[in-house]
Every structure is written in C-alpha cells, then in structure tokens.
C-alpha cells in the first residue's frame, strides 16, 4: 500500500488553514461534495504542491440490502480519475432501505447506519463489495463506522466480520479508531479484542476525530478535539501496525488553524512513541496539550478505559469476554445470496422505519437507543437542511427547529436533503405557516423557484395525503 503519511480532512471552512498547516502530505474530500467541473482552487493549490487527494464517500451504502448503484458508483469513479486518487474510500454501512426488495416506500436515513453482523449480511456485503471493485479504476478501501445501536442475534464480532470481508473479497481498511473508542463506550465493545481481529495488514489508513460524552452516550461528532482515550485506541492499533496514513477528521464547530495543528501534533507523537517502544510518556507532553487535546497515559492504550468523559458512559460494564471463533460459514450458493438479501432487506427496512417513520422497533432493540439514534438522526436533518437551504432558518428564525422536528416526525426522508427543504417548505405552505403573510409570501417565492411553476392544488395535495396513508396501510 502506498505510505500516505499525515493528513486532514478538507473542508472549505478551513481551506486556508489546511493550505497552510505544516506537514500535510495528503487530505482527503467528501466525494460527494465536489462538482467534477469545477475543483476548488484550494484543492488544485493543494495537487500542484504534490499533495494526494482522496475521495471519501458518504452516500453509496455498500452494506445495504440493494446492489450499490451503478450512478453512484460511476460518480465515485469520476472523483477518483480526476483527482488522480491512488483509492477510493466508502463505508461498512446503510444509508437507506425499503424498495422494490420488500414492495415498500423508499426511506432514507440521512446517515450512516450499521449492518448486522450476520452470514447473511456479510455474504450480501461481499457480492456488493466485488460489484463496487470492479466498477471502481482504483482500490477501494472501507470504513467501520460508529454506531447508538447494536443488532440482536449477531453472528460474528467486529474484527470476525471484518477479517471475513478482508478475506473473501481483498477489499482494504479504513479503520477509524475514533468510532472503535464509540462503540466502546455505547455498546460495550472492547477496542484491542476487534484490533487483535483484524487483518492488520489490509489497513489502508486510519481516521481520528473527537467526539463528546452525553448521558452516557459517546456521540461521534466530529466536531470537538481529539480526546485521550482515542489516542489511547490510536496507539493499540500502532503497536500491531505501522499504518501507511493517519488522517485528522473535523466536520464542524472548526476550530483556530493552532488547535488543528495541536491536534496533528498529538497524533504524530502518539504514532512516534509506539514506533519507539515508549512507555507513553513522551505522548503526554509538547504540543497538543496547548491547544487542549489530552493525551493517553500510555502507548498501550491503557486510557481507553480511564476517566474520561467517553468511558463515563461505560459504568458499570464488564470487559466483554474475549470472542470465541465464529461457527463455520454456510456455503453460500446464488439462491442463498438471493435468499439472504431478501432477509437483509426485510431487517434493515424494519429498523429504518422505526428510526424514521415511528413504526413499532423490531424485537431484540434497546428501545431507549432507538430513540437516542432516531432524535440523533431528525437533529442531523434538521442541521443539513439549514445548511443547503439557509433562507429556511433565515424566515422561521428560532422556530425553524421546532417546525422541522414536527415536520420530521411524520415524514420520513426519501429523496435526499434537498429534496426533504422543499418537501418542509411545502408542508408549511399547506398548514398557513408561517403566520406573518410577508414571510409566507417569501417562502411561497422560495418554493416556486426550487419547485414548481405554481405550488401544488387543492386536488393534487388530496392525492399525496392518499397515496402516503395506502403507503402506510401496506407496511
């Protein structure tokens, strides 16, 4: 694998700060964030001084039930022969559900949703995964993603899942010690036992990136610094692997270019002090500790299960058993792969509806970790829309919030982002919303131009109201 060195994630709220940090040998984008006609100037800046570009999805759901589309993956092969990418990355997940598989309305999450550790998710994840590499021009690597809930009954622990992956497909890693540090804290998982799982050897690059503790939950923001603990994962991983690239993930709430620099810091010496052997100490000093990143206590690790505000959240937990070897593997057969994605279909479809459409949880779920994942999930709409239609937030002003989680809660997501502005917006025409008539009539302007011609008729709106209870009834 090519030695990609240090990195950060790109972002144009930080574009300058990223041209201008020391040491960045590569960054990598949201694939699906670039216009293939038009690359940001900070971006051709960054790949004329020779620093390699890589593009991440977010949207292919490569762990789903449905065979990742042939669009999507045409788009992320764009991405990858424009910007001369030695791979592409995407992840273990699911993104949406419903379809033709199960003769039910389409339903989007919005995010990035785990896959059962199952025979039968991973004999459907693997026929995905080859249709992806031999659509792609360059190697694809993918993602362990962080996750709020645990599926029921599931077959196989992280590092057996993904080492099956690895081995059935050749397919390589981007392990994000950020999200195993999640999974450890939210559903009891045991970071070294899914490193000592892995097949180190297929690590593409790793990701590191903050999160936040809330009532004994790690959320994976995204959005704060790095902290202790993840280093503490970061240097488990160094001390099996000298992994060819670290990247430093911020989606949000950037911070000053110094504190982004600390955070670089802090990952170079974790990675520097397991390649030497050292006891840890030298992490917990320098650089990071100015710019607020806590450091691990130890190369081993050992502060994963510290005080930490992430491991608040693990009160009480026993240290999960090690994992026994997963029972031999049904011989898979095409009837069996169809068998199994119909089943797979059926699963997620049924969790997704839960989380986005208030329909009953399917048996073995925490219900009060669907709930904490279904008002994660209508918060994160509720911010992406006001981020690609600002005029929204803009009109409603404080009651923008409000409105859309009402909205939300009774109209799952189907069509993207931009599609679920438009659909609020229309919802709030037909109820008289907003009550100030100039604000109505500028939203009714907003709508138009996005639209329609008109805003829909009386008939048309009875026809919608009828076609969604049918929907609903057939569920």
Not at 5 to 31: K, Q
Request: aromatic residues 4%; contains cysteine.
């Amino acid at each position: 694998m090519e030695k990609l060195g240090t990195g950060i994630g790109w972002r144009p709220e930080i574009a300058a700060a990223v041209e201008e940090l020391p040491g960045i040998d590569w960054v990598e984008v949201v694939a699906e964030n670039l216009c293939p006609d038009h690359l940001p100037d900070s971006l051709l800046r960054l790949r004329e001084r020779g620093v390699t570009v890589v593009p991440h999805g977010v949207s292919l759901g490569i762990g789903g039930a449905e065979r990742p589309s042939a669009d999507r993956l045409a788009a992320l092969a764009e991405r990858a022969v424009l910007l001369e990418s030695p791979l592409v990355t995407e992840h273990i997940a699911f993104v949406r559900a419903g379809g033709p598989l199960t003769a039910s309305p389409g339903l989007e999450a919005g995010h990035l949703l785990p896959v059962p550790r199952t025979w039968d998710a991973l004999r459907v994840l693997c026929e995905n995964v080859r249709a992806a590499q031999d659509a792609l021009p360059v190697p694809l690597a993918l993602e362990n993603i962080a996750a709020l809930i645990s599926w029921p009954d599931e077959e196989l622990t992280e590092g057996q899942f993904l080492a099956e992956l690895v081995e059935r497909t050749g397919v390589r890693l981007l392990i994000d010690v950020a999200n195993l540090h999640t999974n450890h804290v939210n559903r009891g998982e045991d970071p070294a036992a899914a490193l000592d799982g892995l097949p180190v050897e297929a690590i593409a690059y790793v990701h590191v990136a903050g999160g936040v503790e809330k009532d004994g939950v790690w959320h994976d923001t995204h959005a704060h610094p790095v902290t202790a603990p993840v280093l503490g994962v970061l240097a488990q991983l160094r001390d099996r692997v000298d992994p060819p690239g670290v990247l430093l993930e911020r989606d949000d709430d950037f911070p000053p270019a110094a504190e982004l620099a600390g955070e670089l810091t802090a990952i170079r010496e974790t990675l520097t002090a397991g390649a030497a052997g050292a006891s840890g100490a030298a992490v917990a000093s320098g650089a990071a500790g100015a710019a607020g990143v806590s450091r691990p206590a130890g190369a081993s690790g050992a502060a994963v299960a510290s005080g930490e505000a992430g491991a608040a959240g693990n009160a009480g937990k026993t240290r999960p058993a090690p994992a026994a070897a997963p029972a031999p593997a049904p011989t898979p057969t095409p009837a069996s792969t169809t068998a199994a994605r119909q089943r797979l279909a059926l699963a997620e479809t049924a969790l997704l509806s839960a989380l986005v459409a208030g329909t009953p949880a399917p048996e073995g779920f925490d219900i009060r970790r669907l709930g904490v994942q279904s008002r994660a999930l209508a918060a994160k709409r509720a911010d992406v829309v006001a981020q690609i239609a600002p005029e929204l937030p803009a009109l409603l002003g404080t009651g923008y919030r409000p409105a859309f989680l009402s909205y939300a809660k009774s109209r799952p997501m189907s069509g993207g982002y931009r599609r679920d502005a438009l659909d609020f917006a229309e919802q709030l025409l037909r109820s008289g919303h907003p009550d100030d008539p100039a604000a109505r009539r500028r939203l009714t302007l907003w709508w138009r131009e996005r639209s329609a011609p008109r805003p829909p008729t009386r008939a048309a709106r009875f026809a919608r109201a009828a076609r969604t209870r049918l929907s609903r009834a057939h569920r």
